[in-house]
């Protein structure tokens, strides 16, 4: 059982920054965000495959997150830029097995336990 431990959440200004972080303790294959904002579905935000190589957005953020992943570290990060009020939910660190429909909450094997964003106008 992998054990995801988020952390980098807070409160910002829109157009502000910030970086959250997820470290895992165990081996993961691909690594994700997902984000939940009150009385809507969990959404996919981005993925990165096993090696870092390759990412995947949603075109909600494309242009102003960033995915990364420190394999040493085993650290999962998301930089995000130029944040929206819209942008403001709980974000959760996911583990899967494979990238492939890496935005289906469904195909998670492993979550976080979450960490809160809030932008404000």
């Known amino acids: 059982q992998v054990q995801l431990v988020e952390s980098g959440g807070g409160s910002v200004q829109a157009g502000g920054s910030l970086r959250l972080s997820c470290a895992a303790s165990?081996?993961?294959?691909?690594m994700s965000w997902f984000r939940q904002a009150p009385g809507m579905e969990r959404e996919g935000v981005a993925a990165?495959?096993?090696?870092?190589?390759?990412?995947y957005y949603a075109d909600s953020v494309k242009g102003r997150f960033t995915i990364s992943r420190d394999i040493a570290k085993n650290t999962v990060y998301l930089q995000m830029n130029s944040l929206k009020p819209e942008d403001t939910a709980m974000y959760y660190c996911?583990?899967?097995?494979?990238?492939?429909?890496?935005?289906?909450?469904?195909?998670?094997?492993?979550w976080g336990q979450g960490t809160q964003v809030t932008v404000s106008s």
């Open positions: 996911a583990a899967s097995r494979t990238c492939f429909q890496w935005d289906r909450a469904a195909n998670v094997a492993n």
């Open positions: 990165i495959g096993t090696g870092g190589g390759i990412t």
């Open positions: 165990g081996f993961t294959w691909c």
